[in-house]
């Protein structure tokens, strides 16, 4: 089965995904920042972690749950057109998440991971103040 969009319409679309600087990122980062925690962004470590926390040796990466195949998650729902090549797309995500894990760990940070669905209303005030109990032990 085809995609359902042009070629024009569908790189218009997949341009305007950001990777960087997300609702969601800025919304914990905003977080941190008024709970005092100070870090950098983007750094320079395997994976490109989204926050960085060089006083607790931990980084946290903000994952959107269709892109990195959260599962058993509502919001994590696989394409019906070209569904081999997202699989594989996705799966590869996974395999970087965990390669970047277990690099990061080696190199003795702490690594968290935030889910995208986590960050909904429902579930977010709780979130966030995990993570910073999580951060600050």
């Known amino acids: 089965m085809g995609d359902v969009h042009s070629k024009e319409v569908r790189s218009y679309n997949m341009s305007r995904i950001r990777g960087k600087n997300t609702k ?6 905003k977080y941190l920042f008024s709970k005092g925690l100070r870090y950098r962004i983007h ?17 946290v990466f903000i994952h959107g749950c269709f892109w990195h195949g959260h ?3 509502k919001y994590f729902v696989v394409p ?19 390669h970047n894990r ?14 995208e669905c986590e960050l909904r209303k429902a ?14 032990g």
Not at 24 to 29: A, G, K, S, Y
Not at 43 to 59: E, F, S
Not at 123 to 136: K, P, S, W, Y
């Open 24 to 29: 969601p990122e800025i919304l914990v980062r």
């Open 123 to 136: 579930g977010m005030q709780q979130t966030l103040t995990e993570l910073f109990h999580t951060i600050t």
């Open 71 to 73: 599962s058993d998650c």
């Open 43 to 59: 750094a320079r470590l395997p994976g490109k972690p989204d926050i960085v926390l060089p006083k607790y040796k931990t980084v």
């Open 80 to 98: 019906r057109t070209r569904t081999e090549w997202w699989m594989a797309k996705i799966n590869g995500n996974s395999a970087h998440d965990l």
């Open 102 to 115: 277990i690099t990061l760990e080696s190199l003795g940070w702490r690594v968290l991971v935030v889910w």
